[in-house]
């Protein structure tokens, strides 16, 4: 099986602009959670969407959105980007955010975002 | 906070040697959960714990967790090159939706 997979796996962008972040949770695996790392930091929660509902937001600005699609992909957008969005963007999934197992989130390798 | 707190911050070791690295908290929590996060990559699911649990094994991992000291230990046995990594601990208060709240993480590195 697949695990979580997120594109693009790179991305250089200018100030001002705006990204579009995409994550594929594992099948079957119905929350997808966006976190924020910057370098030399532990992981940031962004969002929680859950049944295509948003769930949870973190502490970011309002420039920062996400959805979720009906097959639970889900997309991170970043408007008027600023240089401290350069960061690695991590997507996790899990079966449902309110029952755990033994097994936690899910992480895909993250896309890295460099603003200049 | 509900974020966990890793110590120390780095830890260097020889090959076959043990690592042992902490957590510490201030909530209460439903359960806490090790991540392994290698150079600048996704992170890696390790071992949950939870929180009527006092200790836990998975291979050459060992967790424990003191929930009166709102505290818990990770300790990889026998360590190898390849456990180089950076480790994280998440508590979880279990009302939280699935939200993991990190700290800087212990960045560990095994000498051959």
């Known amino acids: 099986d697949a695990g979580v997979t997120q594109s693009p796996t790179h991305l250089i962008k200018t100030r001002g602009q705006h990204v579009t972040l995409r994550c594929s949770p594992i099948s079957g695996h119905k929350s997808v959670s966006w976190y924020q790392q910057v370098l030399g930091q532990g992981p940031q929660f962004i969002f929680q969407?859950?049944?295509?509902?948003?769930?949870g937001r973190g502490n970011f600005p309002d420039r920062f959105s996400a959805r979720q699609f009906p097959n639970y992909s889900s997309e991170l957008n970043v408007n008027a980007l600023l240089l401290g969005d350069s960061a690695l963007y991590l997507c996790?999934?899990?079966?449902?955010?309110?029952?755990?197992?033994?097994?936690?989130?899910?992480f895909g390798s993250g896309t890295r975002l460099t603003v200049v | 906070s509900q974020q966990g707190e890793e110590d120390p911050q780095a830890l260097s070791i020889q090959e076959g040697e043990n690592a042992t690295m902490n957590c510490s908290y201030k909530t209460s929590i439903n359960n806490l959960q090790w991540y392994r996060q290698n150079s600048g990559r996704g992170l890696v699911h390790l071992i949950l714990i939870r929180s009527n649990e006092r200790e836990k094994h998975s291979g050459r991992l060992r967790v424990t967790l003191d929930t009166s000291k709102k505290s818990s230990s990770l300790l990889i046995t026998a360590s190898r090159a390849a456990d180089t990594a950076s480790y994280f601990c998440?508590?979880?208060?279990?009302?939280?939706?699935?939200?993991?709240?990190f700290g800087r993480g212990t960045q560990l590195t095994v000498w051959p």
């Open positions: 969407y859950y049944e295509k509902e948003e769930r």
């Open positions: 996790a999934s899990s079966l449902d955010p309110g029952i755990w197992t033994n097994y936690g989130y899910t």
């Open positions: 998440a508590p979880d208060r279990g009302s939280t939706l699935g939200r993991l709240y």
